[in-house]
């Protein structure tokens, strides 16, 4: 008998592929004209200007530009250049695959990219998203095995463009910006001081460090604080950056999913993973930190979350960026974690943080491509560039319209003698 879980997952993909072969068919009946007046409209709408660039046929360029839009009244808050006729339809079929796909192959450009994916977020949801939405969250995707794919997809990548993107620090996730905070080195300590302060952590304490990106936070923890870490990463480059990074310290670094954990701690945290691992696994992350956390402990998550009744699956970003992501509700951090025994300590949400941090990591990006092209420039079939730039802009939009908020969440356990008190 079929598991439950695979039915679903094929009930979704068949209606979500059906109603997709409909839109598809019924678009490729409009004339380019009609499709081209349907996605005209819609941007004139958002008060997005457009303006094309192509031949009759729609795929060479002539130095012309035609403006689409001539009511002057409207308040145009960017300007979208199409280079190809066809690109209305691809929206139609595909939505934000189609969206970000067709930038990275050079079919339409923007003078304020930030601002037109901002406006899009602004959109209501398409069928098309929401049933790609059901069917990208009808199945585990994050296996043991499937696990490794966001691995050689994303954090394989060579150091060479996180130490250009991410800074000093190699702090791939939300810096913590307060006022007096000026540069992205500031906000990243400030984070790591944050989440050691909510661990109380003490000298000669054990920390378990779940997920553990390119070291940063266990090298601080053992360096600032004189404890003892262990961390679980299955991406081995990260594992062997991480290896030399915290040469001499009383860290250790397993090459292994974060679910094989073992030993007693008296902190555990993670900072990014809970993203990566879906819904369908929420109580097993929380049946980890049970099994590792002492009586007395202190358990920290820092993730995104989604806005309640938001999509929060994308089809370009499982395809190109994260396979298998999913930001999760905020509500599913209590409902995950209320089988073991764990108070809800407290909960620090500071979105607008990923929004200065994004805007750095762009910026540094950009300031050092020249240096990264040699190496970069022929990933994704010689779309890495374009590709990059959306995925870094897509998400600070999404921080920036609060459909995605940075959360931190600490746990103790029932029965913890000493009473937790939090900090900022």
């Given at each position: 008998?079929?598991?439950?879980?695979?039915?679903?997952?094929?009930?979704?993909?068949?209606?979500f592929?059906?109603?997709?072969?409909?839109v598809?068919?019924?678009?490729?009946?409009?004339?380019?004209s009609?499709?081209?007046?349907i996605g005209?409209?819609?941007?004139?709408?958002y008060?997005?200007?457009?303006?094309?660039?192509?031949?009759?046929d729609?795929?060479?360029?002539?130095n012309k530009?035609?403006?689409?839009?001539?009511?002057?009244?409207?308040?145009?808050?960017?300007?979208?250049?199409?280079?190809?006729?066809?690109?209305?339809?691809r929206?139609?079929?595909d939505?934000?695959?189609?969206?970000?796909e067709?930038?990275?192959?050079?079919?339409?450009?923007?003078?304020?990219l930030l601002?037109?994916?901002r406006?899009?977020l602004?959109?209501?949801?398409?069928?098309?998203?929401?049933?790609?939405?059901?069917?990208?969250n009808?199945?585990?995707?994050?296996?043991?095995l499937?696990?490794?794919a966001?691995?050689?997809?994303?954090?394989?990548?060579?150091?060479?463009?996180?130490?250009a993107?991410?800074?000093?620090?190699?702090?791939?996730?939300?810096?913590?910006?307060?006022?007096d905070?000026?540069t992205?080195?500031?906000a990243?300590?400030?984070?790591?001081?944050?989440v050691a302060?909510?661990?109380k952590l003490?000298?000669?304490?054990?920390?378990?460090?779940?997920?553990?990106?390119?070291?940063?936070?266990?090298?601080?923890?053992?360096?600032?604080?004189?404890?003892?870490?262990?961390a679980?990463?299955?991406c081995?480059?990260?594992?062997?950056?991480?290896?030399?990074?915290?040469?001499?310290?009383d860290?250790?670094?397993?090459?292994?999913?974060?679910?094989?954990?073992?030993g007693?701690f008296?902190?555990?945290?993670?900072?990014g993973?809970?993203?990566?691992?879906?819904?369908?696994?929420?109580?097993?992350?929380?049946?980890v930190?049970?099994?590792?956390?002492?009586?007395e402990?202190v358990?920290?998550?820092?993730?995104?979350?989604?806005a309640?009744?938001?999509?929060?699956?994308c089809?370009?970003?499982?395809?190109?960026?994260?396979?298998?992501?999913?930001?999760?509700?905020?509500?599913?951090?209590l409902s995950?974690?209320?089988?073991?025994?764990?108070?809800?300590?407290?909960?620090?949400?500071f979105?607008?943080?990923?929004?200065?941090?994004l805007?750095?990591?762009h910026r540094?990006?950009?300031?050092?491509?020249?240096?990264?092209?040699?190496?970069?420039?022929?990933?994704?079939?010689g779309?890495?560039?374009?590709?990059w730039?959306?995925?870094?802009?897509?998400?600070?939009?999404?921080?920036?319209?609060?459909?995605?908020?940075?959360?931190?969440?600490?746990?103790?356990?029932?029965?913890?003698?000493?009473?937790?008190?939090?900090v900022?």
């Amino acid at each position: 008998m079929m598991p439950l879980d695979f039915l679903e997952c094929m009930f979704w993909y068949v209606v979500f592929r059906g109603y997709q072969m409909a839109v598809a068919f019924v678009t490729w009946l409009l004339p380019t004209s009609c499709a081209k007046r349907i996605g005209r409209s819609e941007f004139a709408k958002y008060k997005i200007k457009i303006t094309t660039d192509y031949d009759g046929d729609g795929t060479s360029l002539n130095n012309k530009t035609t403006s689409l839009i001539r009511d002057e009244e409207k308040l145009i808050k960017c300007e979208v250049v199409v280079h190809n006729a066809k690109l209305f339809q691809r929206f139609q079929v595909d939505d934000i695959l189609g969206v970000g796909e067709s930038y990275m192959e050079g079919w339409w450009d923007s003078d304020d990219l930030l601002e037109v994916i901002r406006i899009g977020l602004s959109m209501p949801a398409s069928l098309t998203e929401v049933l790609g939405d059901r069917y990208l969250n009808a199945v585990n995707k994050q296996t043991t095995l499937q696990s490794l794919a966001v691995a050689r997809v994303h954090y394989c990548l060579s150091p060479e463009l996180w130490e250009a993107m991410l800074g000093p620090t190699m702090n791939y996730t939300c810096g913590y910006w307060k006022k007096d905070t000026h540069t992205l080195e500031e906000a990243q300590i400030n984070k790591m001081d944050l989440v050691a302060k909510k661990l109380k952590l003490k000298p000669g304490m054990k920390v378990l460090d779940l997920g553990c990106g390119w070291g940063s936070a266990a090298h601080y923890m053992a360096t600032h604080h004189n404890v003892s870490v262990v961390a679980y990463n299955n991406c081995p480059e990260q594992v062997g950056y991480c290896r030399r990074k915290c040469k001499g310290l009383d860290v250790t670094i397993h090459c292994d999913d974060y679910r094989n954990a073992t030993g007693t701690f008296d902190a555990v945290y993670s900072i990014g993973l809970f993203e990566h691992i879906g819904h369908t696994n929420g109580k097993g992350y929380f049946q980890v930190v049970h099994r590792c956390l002492t009586q007395e402990g202190v358990a920290l998550v820092q993730t995104t979350v989604s806005a309640d009744n938001e999509i929060r699956t994308c089809r370009w970003s499982d395809k190109y960026i994260f396979p298998g992501g999913e930001f999760p509700y905020s509500h599913e951090m209590l409902s995950a974690s209320k089988d073991f025994g764990f108070v809800l300590e407290d909960v620090h949400s500071f979105g607008r943080s990923y929004v200065k941090t994004l805007a750095e990591w762009h910026r540094n990006f950009n300031a050092h491509w020249d240096e990264l092209e040699p190496k970069f420039a022929s990933l994704v079939e010689g779309k890495f560039y374009r590709m990059w730039n959306f995925y870094l802009l897509a998400g600070l939009a999404h921080y920036d319209t609060r459909l995605a908020q940075l959360v931190q969440f600490t746990y103790t356990r029932l029965g913890r003698k000493e009473e937790y008190v939090s900090v900022r």
